[in-house]
């Protein structure tokens, strides 16, 4: 089964959609409130569903299957346009999807599933600086997409962190550049207080800056359950960590310093998680992007081929243990 989704064909795709619907199925879709004010971008999303959706858990679980889909093929299509990879596969897909259905928490339409939408394109606009001949360009898109899913949650600013870093390993030292970034970070504030002043709503903005912390919860009803959980999905980004070590002597320059503003990416997304206002496990899926492309470099390991089989075993593990023990 590893061999199908390491191939770069149609049937590779169609496995992927059967896994996400027998693992990502019968969660928590239609969600129980309207979402706070204070994420504006996520509120009008979830009021724009409501109206068309209503309260119908079969639309809501269509639709949440459907973002989690793209965001796989996403993650996918930015491993393979950037070359992190040394071949076309589905690798970061099919850990993309394990990592989603990993607890009953991420499965559900929650600011940090549509937030990875605009953390992906900002990724994808990083990885992309020191290819055009007008980087200023991508690197205000990349300080845009971050500033806007700061009004999903309001912790993804600090992802401007790791654009601090692709500016740093992908980019010669312009001062210029450096604003560039800060006036995309802060454009989306000006759109959003510009909307907000006319809908006479422009106090509620105070609550937007928000931060809180919130540590993962052990589940003690659940002890072995979870500590299974976060043995496995620990080893098996160390066995990403192990694979990307032994493959950076041969990769060119510009891909290891790719992976490194991904790696940085990975330790900001805990600080994304730990200061987060989301309940329980929902906030720890920002670190799905990175979380997941690190892990594929594991599964693409030739030798000793054992070592993928292994992590493909234990990665697809995964969701089935959260799905029937949580």
């Known amino acids: 089964m590893l061999s199908l989704v390491r191939n770069n064909t149609p049937y590779a795709v169609l496995s992927l959609l059967i896994l996400l619907v027998i693992t990502g199925s019968g969660g928590m879709a239609v969600p129980a409130s309207f979402p706070s004010v204070s994420q504006p971008l996520y509120y009008l999303f979830i009021r724009g569903a409501k109206g068309i959706l209503g309260d119908s858990f079969l639309g809501w679980q269509v639709l949440y299957l459907l973002l989690v889909f793209l965001q796989a093929l996403y993650v996918n299509a930015l491993a393979m346009r950037h070359r992190l990879l040394p071949k076309p596969t589905f690798t970061p897909a099919f850990a993309y999807i394990v990592f989603a259905a990993l607890f009953p928490e991420f499965r559900s339409i ?16 990083m990885l992309q600086f020191g290819k055009p001949t007008q980087p200023r360009r991508q690197i205000f898109n990349a300080g845009f997409l971050i500033g806007a899913a700061s009004f999903v949650q309001f912790s993804y600013l600090f992802s401007g962190i790791t654009l601090l870093v692709a500016l740093l390993l992908l980019r010669p030292f312009h001062i210029g550049e450096y604003f560039s970034a800060l006036l995309g970070l802060i454009t989306p504030l000006y759109f959003v207080a510009g909307l907000m002043f006319l809908t006479d709503t422009l106090p509620m903005l105070r609550t937007w800056p928000f931060l809180h912390i919130q540590l993962p919860p052990w589940q003690p009803a659940h002890k072995a359950v979870v500590s299974t959980l976060y043995a496995l999905a620990g080893g098996l980004l160390l066995a990403g960590f192990f694979q990307l070590h032994q493959q950076m002597n041969r990769s060119v320059i510009y891909v290891r310093r790719s992976w490194g503003v991904l790696v940085s990416g990975l330790v900001v997304s805990v600080a994304m998680a730990v200061f987060t206002s989301q309940p329980q496990l929902q906030s720890w899926l920002m670190m799905a992007p990175f979380y997941a492309l690190i892990v594929s470099a594991a599964l693409e390991t030739e030798k000793p081929r054992r070592f993928a089989i292994f992590a493909f075993w234990a990665a697809l593990a995964l969701p089935f243990i959260g799905k029937i023990f949580l």
């Not at 929650?110 to 953390?119: A, E, Q, V």
């Open 110 to 125: 929650s600011p940090p599933l549509l937030g990875n939408f605009l953390l992906l394109g900002a990724l994808d606009a």
